[in-house]
């Protein structure tokens, strides 16, 4: 044995096996036809073999309520490589390894779903096997009455080990909280930064946070930040993975429910930053802006509408102190249609918008987005009124690939989508009585995109207005890999 380690290459490959077997995700390889143009192979997403997945699905606390979680492992483009072995399902199932699944994956490109409850509680999506890869899902609850009325809606969340999180707050109708879920067998440790309108704040009992295997921990930020208006969170893992997601209760002046949703993680702090899916119609629209640099920083804010871009009179260069979050109102800016946000900075910065009906019944909130460079999925909960698929060409003209399934896995939309150079494009998605999936891909240019649900302008006396936003990012089998990649089989040969 110890003749066969002194070879380097035994070396690198025992190291890149080791690597892949305590991550449990994915090894990667290079394409089975590497592009000859040596420019185009470095800027060419070299596809992962992803053989395990984990994702962890977010539930509401309270009674009068109905939650699911929806899966889906996708069907992949036929030259995607997967992992070899049996077409294992792959299972819907609480935390405890004690309890038995309450749902499960039995086929791609089928959507698999959750037994409807009043109770709910965090559960998994996880397994391993062909199946894994491309798979995710999405942790839905709608309430007609009481504080969790209307809709909250998030993707099933991968763990990790750094996550951002803009537009909370602790001020007098808020009651925001963030939970850390952790999937694995071992203890976790977190450190949770925030940030508000006055700088960092020193909060020490929001750092040193242990999260005990396979269980879910809850952080009220009105106990470590009390009364702040806006606040952004930095989720740091300093030991484990975790898999946050931050629940947001919002209600009126006189104490009536104004909607319950979760906020989602946004991009990592950038120079150039996207906001995609601006919902259409009247309500509340506010940029949420964070910069946790230690220089004031300096942004250009651009919008990019259905008929171009744009920039806002009076707002066309925004300053924001060091380490302060802010807000701009924009419905008066977007004047009710659906758009995208583009911000250019001198300081790397983080962005979110948060939406609300024009009752102020009900919100979403949606992140920053990375460009798309890859297929991205997205499980749809049903949805009484239709959904609006939005993508955005911040620069050059862009085009992507648009394809929606129902839960059987029969084509309900397919078609080939072109944006204008610095505009956003609408797609309407019709209603429908049970979940479905999505599918996008990038083909030309550089986009971003979402889906945003909103209530119509009148509703029936009986109904509830249900405000969702969901952003696609690129499925980790097609995130893009820089440079020259290992490849496990040129130590074994």
């Given at each position: 044995?110890?003749?066969?380690?002194?070879?380097?290459?035994?070396?690198?490959?025992?190291?890149?096996?080791?690597?892949?077997?305590?991550?449990?995700?994915?090894?990667?390889?290079?394409?089975?036809q590497p592009d000859v143009n040596p420019q185009a192979a470095s800027q060419s997403p070299a596809r992962t073999v992803v053989n395990r997945t984990a994702l962890?699905?977010?539930?509401?606390?309270?009674?009068?309520?109905?939650?699911?979680?929806?899966?889906?492992?996708?069907?992949?483009?036929?030259?995607?490589?997967?992992?070899?072995?049996?077409?294992?399902?792959?299972?819907?199932?609480?935390?405890?390894?004690?309890?038995?699944?309450?749902?499960?994956?039995?086929?791609?490109?089928?959507?698999?779903?959750?037994?409807?409850?009043?109770?709910?509680?965090?559960?998994?999506?996880?397994?391993?096997?062909?199946?894994?890869?491309?798979?995710?899902?999405?942790?839905?609850?709608?309430?007609?009455?009481?504080?969790?009325?209307?809709?909250?809606?998030?993707?099933?969340?991968?763990?990790?080990?750094?996550?951002?999180?803009?537009?909370?707050?602790?001020?007098?109708?808020?009651?925001?909280?963030?939970?850390?879920?952790?999937?694995?067998?071992?203890?976790?440790?977190?450190?949770?930064?925030?940030?508000?309108?006055?700088?960092?704040?020193?909060?020490?009992?929001?750092?040193?946070?242990?999260?005990?295997?396979?269980?879910?921990?809850?952080?009220?930020?009105?106990?470590?930040?009390?009364?702040?208006?806006?606040?952004?969170?930095?989720?740091?893992?300093?030991?484990g993975r975790v898999a946050p997601a931050l629940r947001d209760y919002a209600s009126k002046a006189d104490k009536t429910p104004a909607g319950v949703d979760w906020?989602?993680?946004?991009?990592?702090?950038?120079?150039?930053?996207?906001?995609?899916?601006?919902?259409?119609?009247?309500?509340?629209?506010?940029?949420?802006?964070?910069?946790?640099?230690?220089?004031?920083?300096?942004?250009?804010?651009?919008?990019?509408?259905?008929?171009?871009?744009?920039?806002?009179?009076?707002?066309?260069?925004?300053?924001?102190?060091?380490?302060?979050?802010?807000?701009?109102?924009?419905?008066?800016?977007?004047?009710?249609?659906?758009?995208?946000?583009?911000?250019?900075?001198?300081?790397?910065?983080?962005?979110?918008?948060?939406?609300?009906?024009?009752?102020?019944?009900?919100?979403?909130?949606?992140?920053?987005?990375?460009?798309?460079?890859?297929?991205?999925?997205?499980?749809?909960?049903?949805?009484?009124?239709?959904?609006?698929?939005?993508?955005?060409?911040?620069?050059?003209?862009?085009?992507?690939?648009?394809?929606?399934?129902?839960?059987?896995?029969?084509?309900?939309l397919s078609r080939a989508v072109d944006v204008v150079a610095g505009s956003t494009t609408q797609i309407a998605l019709k209603a429908a009585s049970g979940p479905?999936?999505?599918?996008?891909?990038?083909?030309?240019?550089?986009?971003?995109?979402?889906?945003?649900?909103?209530?119509?302008?009148?509703?029936?006396?009986?109904?509830?207005?249900?405000?969702?936003?969901?952003?696609?990012?690129?499925?980790?089998?097609?995130?893009?890999?820089?440079?020259?990649?290992?490849?496990?089989?040129?130590?074994?040969?």
């Open positions: 044995m110890s003749s066969l380690l002194s070879d380097p290459r035994i070396r690198l490959g025992a190291c890149v096996l080791a690597m892949a077997a305590i991550g449990g995700l994915a090894v990667v390889t290079h394409p089975k962890a699905c977010p539930a509401l606390t309270g009674d009068k309520q109905t939650s699911v979680v929806s899966g889906v492992a996708p069907v992949l483009p036929e030259d995607t490589p997967t992992a070899g072995g049996n077409a294992t399902p792959l299972s819907i199932s609480p935390l405890a390894t004690t309890s038995g699944p309450v749902g499960s994956l039995l086929v791609r490109g089928k959507i698999g779903s959750s037994t409807a409850t009043a109770k709910p509680e965090t559960l998994s999506i996880r397994g391993t096997g062909p199946m894994a890869a491309g798979t995710v899902g999405t942790s839905t609850t709608t309430s007609t009455t009481g504080v969790n009325s209307g809709m909250a809606s998030a993707p099933c969340q991968l763990p990790g080990s750094d996550f951002w999180y803009v537009g909370a707050s602790t001020a007098a109708g808020r009651r925001d909280v963030l939970t850390l879920t952790n999937l694995d067998s071992v203890n976790a440790a977190v450190n949770v930064t925030i940030y508000s309108n006055k700088g960092q704040l020193d909060l020490p009992n929001a750092r040193g946070l242990v999260i005990p295997a396979r269980s879910t921990y809850e952080l009220f930020l009105d106990q470590v930040a009390k009364s702040q208006k806006d606040l952004a969170l930095h989720v740091v893992s300093t030991g906020i989602g993680p946004t991009a990592a702090p950038a120079t150039k930053v996207y906001v995609p899916g601006a919902a259409p119609g009247a309500g509340q629209r506010t940029l949420v802006l964070v910069n946790p640099t230690d220089l004031q920083a300096t942004i250009s804010l651009t919008v990019n509408g259905p008929n171009g871009p744009f920039k806002p009179a009076g707002l066309e260069t925004v300053r924001l102190p060091a380490g302060a979050v802010s807000t701009i109102k924009l419905e008066d800016v977007l004047h009710g249609d659906a758009s995208g946000i583009s911000l250019v900075s001198d300081q790397p910065v983080a962005a979110s918008l948060r939406m609300a009906d024009k009752s102020g019944s009900d919100f979403a909130s949606i992140g920053g987005a990375e460009v798309l460079t890859g297929p991205a999925y997205l499980v749809l909960p049903a949805h009484k009124e239709q959904a609006l698929f939005q993508v955005t060409a911040p620069g050059k003209a862009s085009s992507v690939k648009l394809d929606l399934h129902d839960a059987a896995g029969k084509s309900l479905t999936y999505l599918t996008v891909e990038q083909t030309r240019g550089t986009v971003v995109a979402g889906v945003t649900l909103m209530p119509p302008k009148k509703l029936d006396d009986d109904d509830t207005a249900q405000v969702a936003a969901w952003p696609l990012s690129t499925s980790l089998v097609f995130r893009a890999q820089l440079g020259a990649q290992p490849d496990v089989r040129a130590a074994l040969r």
